[in-house]
């Protein structure tokens, strides 16, 4: 899969585009993505995605808003889906201030030489958010491009989208979350060094660190399964700052059942199966200790 992470790019041959933010990359989006793939193979021509590495309306908001899916696990997910051409660039004042005609012929036209265009029902694009589905269907019509919306997925009454998950995953509701994306919910990243108070107490953990931008869940305790290379292990993980040792850095600290080596500096992946409790602050160490073997215990039942 060819990728392009700028503007700085002129596709020379038609292609079947797709466009959206595809942020988590959810059964709505890749229902999207896999009729594009439709198309383009019955054309013959490659599937190109344009899509922003944050939701736009992060540009706009002091701090941002969490994401689903950082640049790396959407370029993975995209390859899974068959597409030739990623391209995933940062939303800029640049591409704020175009209308959403000249975002249409500079983009669209000239640099992805669109063929056929997808978008979902609810596509925005241009100054203002001023573009919608209906004009670009006109645009398309004009310049001789197939054009098609893909109406909305609904799971058990919710309107699958990518803001849904992320309010979903701020209560802890990761089981509709994971239904909602089509897997499950899950944090990559590499294993840093930690406070080693979890191997004094007697259960080891690893200590991946999260950012208010990349960690939409609610701070808590999970049942969770974590993937090291091929290998799988069942676990529990604490999201938040451990407020009873005095932390105040973010983090999700994992304990793997029945595992015992060294995984700093690797990259896993933490899956969230189910919420647990709430993180809470308690009066003593000890009383954290017998807390996290109950947990650890309710994890290993669950």
Known sequence: MKTYTSLDFKLNSPTVV????????HIGHRALIKKARIAADESG???AVFSFTKPPKSFFIPGGIPILTDRDEKKRLMALLGVDILISVDFSAEIAA????DFFESIIRQRLCASAVFCGFNYRFGKGAKGDSELLSRLCKESAIDFSAIPSVRVEGTTVSSSAIRDLLSEGNVNVAS??????????????????????????TVNQLLSPTSAPLRNGVYLTRTHVGRHVWRSITN????????????????????FDGDLYGKNIRVEFLEFIRPEQKFASVEELTAQVLKDIEKAKEI
């Open 179 to 204: 239904k909602l994306l089509g897997r499950k919910y899950s944090i990559r990243s590499t294993v840093v060094s930690g406070q080693q108070l979890g191997r004094l107490l007697g259960f080891p």
């Open 18 to 25: 797709a466009l959206g933010c595809f942020d988590g990359l």
């Open 98 to 101: 175009l209308s959403p005609e």
């Open 45 to 47: 021509l490659p599937l």
């Open 239 to 258: 999201v938040g700052v451990r407020p009873t040792v005095d932390g105040s850095t973010l983090c999700a600290e994992t304990n793997l059942f029945d």
